[in-house]
Each structure stands twice: as C-alpha cells, then as structure tokens.
C-alpha cells in the first residue's frame, strides 16, 4: 500500500508539475493581423518555429516610402486578405520564470522574434513583409494567451520589386489546444 501511495504522489506531481521546456501546440489568434490558426513547434527548449494562415487587412506597399495597412468591409470595398506568416522566437527569460516562480505554459516569456509574412491582396500587389522584434507571450488562465511585440519591419511590393522599413507592433489574443 505504501508503493501505492508514493507512486501516486510522484505520478502526480509529475503530471502537474511545469516544465521549463517548450511545448508545440495547435492554437487560433486573433488581433492586429486578423485573425489565424497555428501551429508553434520547439526547436530547442529556447527556440520555437510558430506557423499560421489566416485572414486578415490589405497591405499595400505603393511607390515612395509608405506601407498601407487596412481591414473592415464598407459598403464598397471587403479590406482583407489572406495571410501565411512563419515566426522564429527565441526565449531567452524562461530559466529567471521558473526561479520566480511564475507561469511557463502556453510558452509563456520574453523573446526576441523573426517574422516573415505573405499576404495575398486581391485588388493590389502581393506583399512579404519581414520583421524582427521584442515581445512577450503571457498566459491568461490554462489555455488562453496574450502575446505582443514591438520592433522593425521591412516589406516588399513583390510585383512592383521595391520595399520599405516600418515600425512594426503587433498584439493578439489565442487559444491553445
């Protein structure tokens, strides 16, 4: 009986206990960029690759030094635009959580990310967009997340072959599965 009693204690600490290591996980999003399904999957217990296809604004890269961003319907013209976007995070805070003794699920922490996006506008030119940035994802109870990032962007007008630099931020909310 006493085997019994230690293996259930050990089973479920085990089982409740969190992990500093990354987790893949399906997820839906939805925020500045619209609204995605997505896939993160570790690389490394520091590295995630983040995969997703949604919908979301127009962005349009005219000729000069802009980028257009726009989303909505109006009674005249449907603003969005399909999207697939793959991010590399790296999470370089997950250790001082664990020490502090804050959450790690969802892949919750700081990071440093690459972003490249490839949105296919319907009334303009096709657009791939590439960001690097800081951010932070949080969790919000056990399976809804916050994340955001503010950094540096450079787009490309993939028909016309000009680009340009923007600020970028971006903000969502999800859940994972």
């Known amino acids: 009986m ?3 009693k230690i293996s259930f204690l050990l089973f479920s600490s085990f089982l409740f206990s969190q992990s500093k ?3 893949q996980k399906f997820k839906i999003e939805i925020g500045f960029q619209g609204l995605n399904f997505g ?5 490394s217990n520091k590295l995630l690759l983040d995969f997703n296809a949604g919908v979301g604004g127009v962005v349009e890269i005219p000729e000069g030094s802009s980028i257009n961003y726009q989303m909505g319907v109006t009674a005249s013209e449907t603003y969005l635009s399909p999207f697939l976007r793959a991010q590399l ?8 959580r664990e020490e502090r003794g804050h959450s790690l699920l969802n892949n919750t922490g700081s990071f440093i990310g690459f972003q490249s996006k490839m949105v ?10 590439n ?19 503010v950094g540096l962007g450079l787009g ?10 923007y ?3 971006g903000s969502s909310f999800g859940y994972s599965f």
Do not use: S
């Open 2 to 4: 006493k085997f019994i």
């Open 21 to 23: 290591d990354l987790n």
């Open 131 to 149: 960001d690097i940035y800081f951010g932070q994802q949080l969790p919000l109870g056990k399976h809804w997340i916050y994340r955001y990032h």
């Open 39 to 43: 896939y993160e999957k570790p690389v």
């Open 120 to 129: 296919f506008n319907k009334n303009v030119d096709d657009v791939l967009t």
């Open 89 to 96: 995070r790296y999470y370089f805070n997950r250790d001082k």
């Open 167 to 169: 600020p970028t931020i």
């Open 156 to 165: 490309f007008n993939l028909a016309q072959g000009f680009g340009v630099i």
